[in-house]
């Protein structure tokens, strides 16, 4: 049997029995309790007015007689009737506690109230859901164990499961109910689940437009149609929701093109028969396109001039009618009276609009307020973050007179530390007086510590992998202390550091670092690089900043560093000692062990909007650190950087940045591991350190007399030197990104880079063939002699095996003939364009560049894509 219970396509089953494990039969599966017998489905019969000679219950279990009895008006010794009989059965019925009930003895006035309990529910079970929790589900239903069941809270209950299914965009969901009866009068209650696929939007239609096309109107949207292209995208779910949210975008879609009249007359989503996609129709009046009128300032308030705040307005008569800059509009005027002092100022734009004319005059009225003073400042929410903390980055105190300026700059300040949910806005509340606000800071603290454990593969040191662990808000007083590892086939380091940002609760910020640093420098020979010097630093820096304005700081440092450089001895060592003919003079003058003693400083500049990830404002920076305060190493290097950001709406964010430096040997030339590079990622379109000076060794065909220089170059070394001097800008602009994209952590750019390292001693350069290659001399390459592994000469005995004993036949090995040039050494830029993408993967960060090298020097590494991946977990 099926008894439908009213709930659209849901219906409640009775059916067979359910086999155990042990063999035996479980209680059959019964009709829904609940609705009346016949007896009290009948109408009453005429029953002339008599008095109730007894009254009594017959079959409750759990229920005390006396308590059903309450239920109705029947009272021995009072009169009844047709009328009265029968109420009582709606009474029994609307008490939602019996699955049958009749009354008997009408007759003699011996009533009898005869009922069936509703049974208890033992459990409530729920299958088939995959798309939805059982938790969740649980959680909005009313039914539970130990409750009375009743078909009333049956049919609730599944409307609500099918309002969670419908939130999720499963209009086919089915929901098919089941009970399950068990002894002492208990049930269990199955809610059987066909989720059914999502349903999607096939077709977006609208009716009534002529100015915009279907598409152009569809692309103000936030729901999207269903397409192959958008297979990921949760856009393409319906939900009623979004349709309003879309009716308000056409709205200010139109508003902001001058169609001040424009109105949605209709919209509808019908669902498709087969119930798995909706076909959505807006019918569409787009009315007369409008132009600004008359546009003025009212102000009530003394200090502001209305000509002069007119003046300042983006819109002007004659512009086409945008209603985003009336908006803008108020919000500046508010913005303006809040920075003298006005917190809670009033400005209403009035319209006058002119059919016959097709103009859309403006008044601003700003009401009359007064000039308000901070009352308090209130900082909520924050569990673990100290008060001071958060306190400290507020610009305003209690008592100051209220500036709009500096609260923005607050909350800037506050998001910037990281420490809380995004976009946290203070809010202003009145206070015990008219000229008096409350700022509220409700905060919602998120996770400030952070372990990251990441692997990946770059393009040019293949295996990555790396371990660090930060606590940014460390005790909860805004302290910094980290400590990570890394590792690559060019370079290992270990570092350890701790920041305090206001030492002693003064705006004076000290912090230090601890770190050891293996690094192998590489020269390339085709596509393969070789190892060549290897770098080991080992040291400390300890620094300390201090505020000079809102946006200006100063830092001073001092570091202290044992640098090892080393080669190879078995590849470049003849005797002992660096060999020129094979390493070079460059990498021999590199060799060695150096203290490194330095001080230095810097000028900062910061008025960005977020230092996590900007979109407003600017840096600026210089620097000069000067080594030679002890230690074996020299130099004075000055460097300097800019950054700007813009928002240029609608997502689209761009960035300019430029940068310089210069680095001079103070009685010594400048060592190679103090040069600067540059190349990849800095100069993208070159490989790492792909551009600026370096030393080409490019080999002879011996087998022709006089010697040639081999016309492939991919048997050439190149070693790159780097620079004293270099400069580098960047134009990048951040495209914006669909819903779809967005969820996917796709954020695409385009940029241009351009730069150029230069300057530094020419190194000594080696040409092995540039006495004996003539016409009539063949070039002939020198010997080295082999040695062991301390350094002994090896010989050949009679059998032709190594010894370290003088036979007088030495163990000897050819060089290489070669001609070594030093090209790249110039100022003239470097250009390269592409376009790159950060994607944060399933499987971790990747970021993707194609960039093209427009503009380089002989001697210059291009290199046309890089990546690079890696995972978090």
Known sequence: MIFDLGAGSVAWAIAGTLATASGTTPPQASPVPGKPSSSAGTPALDVPARTIKTLRVEGAQRIEPETVMSYTRLRIGAPYTAETLDQALKDLQASDLFADYAIAGVADGNIVLRVRENPIINRVIIEGNKALKSDKITKEIKLAPRQIFTRTAVRQDIGRIIELYRRQGRFAAVIDPKMVNLDQNR????????????????????????????????AQMATKQARVSRLLSSATSYDQDRLSYDQQKLRQFYLTQGYADFRVTSAVAELTPDKKDFIITYVVEEGKRYKFGDVGVDSQ???????????????????????????????????????????????????????????????FNIAEAKRTYVERVEINGNTQTKDKVVRREIRLAEGDAFNS??????????????????????????GSAPDRVVLETNLEEKSSGELQLSAGYSSLESFIASANITQHNFRGMGQELRAGVSYSAYSKSVNLGFTEPYLFDTNVALGGDLFRRDYSSYSTTGDSNDTTYEQVSTGFQIRAAVPLTEYWSATARYGLSYDQVTLDAATYYTNGVCDPAIAGTYLCDAVGNRWTSSIGYSLVFDNTNSRIRPSKGSTFSVSQDF????????????????????????????????????????????????????????????????????????????????????????????????GTAYYQARLELELPMGAGARELGLRPSIYMDVGAVFGGKTPTLTDTCAVANTASTACVAGTRQYTDTSGNLLYLDSAGASTTTNTGTPYTYALGTYKETYSGNTASPRLSVGIGVNWTSPFGPLRIDLAKALLKAPGDDSKLVTFNIGGQF
């Open 187 to 218: 049930v269990d209650v199955v809610f059987e689940v066909s989720e059914g696929p999502k349903s999607k939007v096939r077709q977006i239609n609208i009716l009534g437009n002529a100015v915009f096309s279907d598409a152009q109107i569809r």
């Open 301 to 363: 308030i003394r200090d502001f001039d209305s000509k002069k705040l007119a003046a300042t307005l983006q819109l002007k008569k004659g512009d086409w009618y945008n209603a985003k800059l009336v908006e803008d509009s108020v919000d500046n005027l508010s913005q303006t009276a809040g920075l003298f002092g006005y917190a809670f100022t009033e400005v209403n734009p009035e319209f006058q609009k002119d059919p016959d004319t097709l103009t859309m005059g403006v008044t």
């Open 405 to 430: 300026f500096q609260v923005k700059r607050s909350e800037d300040r506050i998001n910037s530390l990281g420490y809380f949910q995004d976009k946290m806005a203070i809010k202003q509340t009145p």
């Open 627 to 722: 080594a030679g305060l002890g230690g074996d190493t020299k130099y004075i290097r000055s460097t300097a950087n800019y950054t700007k950001y813009m928002d240029l709406g609608s997502s689209f964010i761009l960035s300019a940045h430029a940068e310089g430096g210069y680095i001079k040997g103070l009685g010594q030339d400048v060592r190679l591991t103090d040069r600067f590079y540059l190349g990849d990622p800095q100069m993208r379109g070159f490989d790492i350190r792909g551009v600026g000076p370096r030393v080409t060794r490019t080999y002879y065909d011996t087998t022709t007399v006089p010697a040639t220089l081999s016309s492939s170059s991919t048997s050439n070394t190149q070693t790159a030197l780097g």
